[in-house]
């Protein structure tokens, strides 16, 4: 099956910096979703995003599909971005939403 | 407000017994998901169903079983309770026949066998 490896897999952070996080996957997808595990544990949409680039405040996303990979930006970093961050694919010709293995962001104060 | 609702949102119980968790949608959507995320994180798919019609039937024990009355609500039973049951279970939604296959979560149910 595909596999769906995020890295850094831990990342630590002051308030205010900028990060990065990278998603790859071993083969072709039909769509790709971002996902923030909040401390409490609830899963919240960040973005669907199957191409191109999309912005929603202080955070944006890119995928390249021909090359197999994700980016989510996060900039000017606050203690609530803290959790951990997942990406999601739907593999072609394949129902089911494959979880990466996640990224966890601490930001200090 | 417009969601997916769980219940309950902790569930702590004995080995052999048997237990149910609840979920419902309003957000319209066909097709309803079970998920078990471990104690690393992991999150995996259990189960698919679109508009009451079982599609995704992953490699779990016969001990789960699903059941979708329509297709708001997705309950799972889980019969002879282990301890390897213990983990967190994600309910979710999406409007797959539209081809905008947004899946939206539950708040999810954490569930200790002890």
């Known amino acids: 099956g595909i596999q769906v490896e995020q890295s850094p897999p831990d990342l630590i952070l002051q308030e205010g910096a900028n990060s990065t996080l990278r998603c790859n996957f071993s083969?072709?997808?039909?769509?790709l979703q971002w996902f923030h595990q909040n401390p409490w544990g609830q899963l919240i949409n960040l973005f669907y995003i199957p191409s191109g680039t999309k912005q929603n405040g202080r955070l944006s996303a890119t995928t390249v599909a021909t090359e197999r990979y994700s980016l989510l930006y996060i900039s000017s970093s606050q203690t609530t971005d803290s959790g951990v961050y997942f990406c999601a694919v739907y593999p072609f010709g394949n129902e089911k939403l494959t979880f990466g293995t996640g990224t966890r962001l601490t930001i200090i104060p | 407000d417009t969601a997916v609702s769980q219940t309950p949102k902790y569930l702590v119980t004995q080995m052999g017994n048997d237990k149910s968790i609840k979920c419902e949608q309003n957000?319209?959507?066909?097709?309803m998901y079970w998920y078990k995320q471990d104690s690393k994180k992991f999150l995996k798919i259990m189960f698919s169903y679109n508009n009451k019609e079982l599609i995704i039937n992953e490699t779990v024990p016969n001990r789960f079983s699903p059941k979708s009355p329509d297709k708001a609500h997705l309950n799972l039973h889980i019969n002879s309770l282990e301890l390897g049951d213990s983990a967190v279970y994600f309910c979710a939604s999406s409007h797959r026949t539209s081809g905008y296959n947004e899946q939206f979560f539950g708040p999810g149910t954490r569930l200790t066998v002890l």
């Open positions: 957000l319209g959507h066909d097709t």
């Open positions: 083969d072709s997808v039909n769509n």
